[in-house]
């Protein structure tokens, strides 16, 4: 089923993985060596075949860029049958091709992925933001501390949102809550991180136990357990969360939205803009379909600064 970790190489900090590896699987095999992806994928049963064919990214990716930008080289089998290897150095131009793809070019059999150092908890900091423009403002100047690990953001509406900054640490700074997400009673992190935005005015601080962190995403699927209960007619409380928990989780809710035929109710679309460009598209988004909450999640591309296009693509363009 390719679903296998080869290799974890601890001294190099790479790991050696089939296609239908899923990020669970990866993290509770590399954390064995201290490690983890240095893009984790937000859902636990995203496999790393996925990541890289269907450009995977995280809160970690405005310091490394999509998923495939962590693997060193892939093995695939082409259309006439052939086993190759590709990497930046080997058939690069098929290496470079290939990502994004979903396969097209041809069945990856096997990745290497980047690792680093994990530790215990990773420490939280929402910033509360009041308009679109000081969220894009903030984002940028989170991305260029070297101190921060993680950044993201989430706009609940078009004057309130919060940016949020983490920090891998094992030492947590006295007084600061150590709140989880990952268990039936826990709150939704958005639904949090909406509660400490619209409570307070200075910043919060949290500590989060890591694997709570890297996948904080996956109960309430984003907000997408939202529309599952407001679907049934049931209410958004912390009963139905807790006793529809296993339901309302990654795996099952998208499961179900396939299955139900629902999935062609929705549009669930990323889109990568230059910075210069998201408070217009935001703006327009909220002119035309007023969706929210929305997420933001800064990018780095290529050997750019994140948020900022290599001029080379604006000139072709």
Not at 61 to 84: A, C, H, P
Not at 106 to 121: D, N, P, S
Not at 205 to 217: G, N, Q, V
């Amino acid at each position: 089923h390719l679903s296998h970790v080869v290799r974890v190489d601890r001294f190099q900090k790479k790991a050696l993985v089939e296609p239908n590896v899923s990020m669970e699987q990866l993290v509770d095999l590399t954390l064995q060596s201290g490690l983890i992806p240095k893009v984790t994928m937000d859902f636990p049963g995203l496999t790393c075949g996925g990541g890289f064919a269907g450009n995977g990214r995280a809160s970690s990716s405005f310091r490394y860029g999509n998923f495939e930008k962590t693997v060193t080289f892939i093995e695939m089998i082409l259309g006439d049958g052939k086993k190759i290897m590709a990497s930046p150095t080997e058939n690069s131009d098929l290496f470079e091709a290939a990502a994004g793809t979903f396969g097209t070019l041809g069945l990856i059999t096997l990745l290497e992925v980047q690792l680093v150092k994990a530790k215990k908890f990773v420490q939280l900091r929402y910033l509360p933001v009041k308009s679109v423009g000081e969220a894009v403002k903030e984002l940028e100047r989170a991305t260029k501390m070297t101190t921060v690990d993680y950044v993201d953001g989430i706009l609940f509406s078009s004057d309130n949102g919060g940016i949020m900054t983490g920090q891998l640490t094992d030492v947590i700074e006295e007084g600061t809550e150590i709140v989880q997400f990952s268990r039936p009673s826990d709150q939704w992190f958005y639904e949090y991180a909406e509660k400490v935005t619209l409570d307070s005015n200075p910043p919060v601080t949290i500590a989060i136990p890591l694997i709570d962190y890297l996948f904080r995403y996956d109960r309430g699927v984003f907000w997408a357990g939202r529309y599952a209960l407001n679907y049934v007619l049931a209410p958004v409380n912390r009963v139905t969360r807790y006793f529809l928990d296993s339901f309302l989780r990654a795996r099952p809710l998208f499961h179900a939205l396939h299955e139900s035929g629902l999935a062609n109710s929705f549009i669930v679309q990323d889109i990568a803009l230059h910075s210069s460009a998201a408070q217009h598209f935001i703006d327009y988004l909220h002119d035309t379909f007023g969706f929210y909450p929305l997420r933001l999640c800064p990018l780095r591309t290529g050997d750019a600064h994140p948020l900022h296009a290599r001029k080379e693509s604006i000139d072709e363009k």
